[in-house]
């Protein structure tokens, strides 16, 4: 009775931290996933005199204009993946598109099947290629406010159904930064500020 008793509280104790560790290995594992999907994009790039999917034409191989209905509020982002289908030659397998943590989503199986209902992450209106501040790409668990103090009007944040009241956002120069809900609304407004 008392080994049992013992084994239930040490059980108790390192349960929090397993969850724990458990929840951080999934971010890391999105956070991989969004790494290829930059790759994939710049290799799309470097081939487009700098210019990703969403600002090169249709007509000319890319997805511009990005449709009014893909739009979110304060249109910074957009749920369009037809730029991450553009770029699927470098990207290996669509399953990449889906979050480990993200519930609702099933994984693609193939580039055909990618759908807004498959896919975790969200789509840059205006990314810049000279500019490493530029979001490219990122988690889409994102909620807005209407906020008369934001530059767009809206304020962001990550809901918390995902990643723990924080997301990842992929940059145009590759990286993949861990962003935290009280640093995301900065974040975005930096990369759409006007400039190189």
């Known amino acids: 009775m008392v080994a049992t008793l013992i084994i239930a509280i040490l059980v108790a104790l390192l349960l929090p931290a397993i969850m724990k560790a458990k929840v951080k290995g999934l ?14 994009l710049i290799s799309y790039a470097e081939s487009h005199d700098g210019n990703f999917p969403q600002q090169v034409p249709a007509a000319q191989g890319g997805c511009a204009p990005i449709p009014t209905s893909a739009l979110r509020p304060g249109g910074l982002i957009a749920s369009d993946v037809r730029p991450f289908i553009i770029a699927s030659n470098s990207l290996g397998s669509a399953k990449i598109l889906a979050c480990p943590t993200d519930r609702d989503k099933r994984p693609p199986v193939s580039f055909s099947q990618v759908r807004g209902t498959n896919v975790s992450y969200f789509t840059s209106v205006r990314p810049r290629r000279s500019n490493l501040n530029t979001v490219l790409s990122g988690d889409n668990h994102i909620n807005w406010l209407q906020s008369g103090a934001s530059p767009i009007g809206y304020r962001p944040f990550w809901n918390t159904n995902r990643h723990d009241d924080s997301g990842n956002l992929l940059f145009s120069d590759g990286r993949v930064q861990g962003i935290g809900s009280k640093d995301l609304a900065p974040t975005l407004y930096r990369a759409a500020a006007p400039g190189p």
Request: aromatic content about 8%; hydrophobic content about 30%.
């Open 27 to 40: 971010q890391t594992f999105c956070s991989n996933n969004l790494r290829g999907v930059g790759i994939g």
